[in-house]
C-alpha cells in the first residue's frame, strides 16, 4: 500500500535517532517514537511497526506525518495539552485559605471540606466548587 507520508531520513537524522535509542535517560514516548521512526525508514510495515514499538496504528500514521511535515524534532517532542481550566483563581484561593484558619461555624469542632465547599458558595466567592477542588487546593498550599 502507498503511504501518503513517507519517513526517509537523512544520514544526521538516522545516527541521531541511534544515539537516542541506545541511551537509558530517554522518556518512553519519545524512545517509541524514534523506534519507530526508524523502523518505518527501514520499510517495516505498520503492523510490523506496531507490534515491535506498541504504538497503535493511527498513532504511526500521525508520527510519520508531523515528521514529514514538520521534522524530526517535532515529531520527537511532545506537544503541548491544553488540560483543565483552573477551578480557582489566586484571589479565590487566598479567601478558601483565610476562610479555613477561621474558627468553624457554630456546632462544629473543624472545618470539612465540604463545609468549607458550601461556604464559599453561600459567600458567592464561586458559583459552585466540590469538596474534592477545596482538598486539593488546600494540600497544594502547605
Not at 523506534?35 to 493511527?58: F, K, M, Y
Not at 483563581?89 to 456546632?107: F, I, K, M, N, S
Request: hydrophobic share 40%; glycine share 8%.
Amino acid at each position: 500500500m502507498n503511504k501518503k507520508y513517507v519517513v526517509e531520513l537523512s544520514a544526521e537524522e538516522r545516527e541521531a535517532l541511534r544515539a537516542l535509542t541506545s541511551r537509558g535517560t530517554i522518556g518512553v514516548r519519545r524512545y517509541k517514537r524514534a523506534r519507530a521512526l526508524l523502523a518505518a525508514a527501514a520499510g517495516a510495515t505498520d503492523v510490523a511497526i506496531a507490534e515491535q514499538v506498541g504504538l497503535h496504528r493511527v498513532s504511526l500514521e500521525r508520527l510519520r506525518k508531523r515528521f514529514v511535515e514538520e521534522g524530526l524534532e517535532a515529531a520527537l517532542a511532545e506537544r503541548p495539552r491544553p488540560g483543565a481550566r483552573r477551578a480557582l483563581d489566586g484571589r479565590q484561593e487566598a479567601h478558601l485559605v483565610a476562610l479555613a484558619c477561621t474558627p468553624p461555624p457554630g456546632g462544629q469542632k473543624r472545618w470539612t471540606m465540604q463545609l468549607l465547599a458550601d461556604r464559599l458558595v453561600e459567600l458567592r466567592v464561586v458559583e459552585r466548587i466540590s469538596d474534592e477542588t477545596v482538598r486539593r487546593t488546600l494540600k497544594k498550599g502547605t
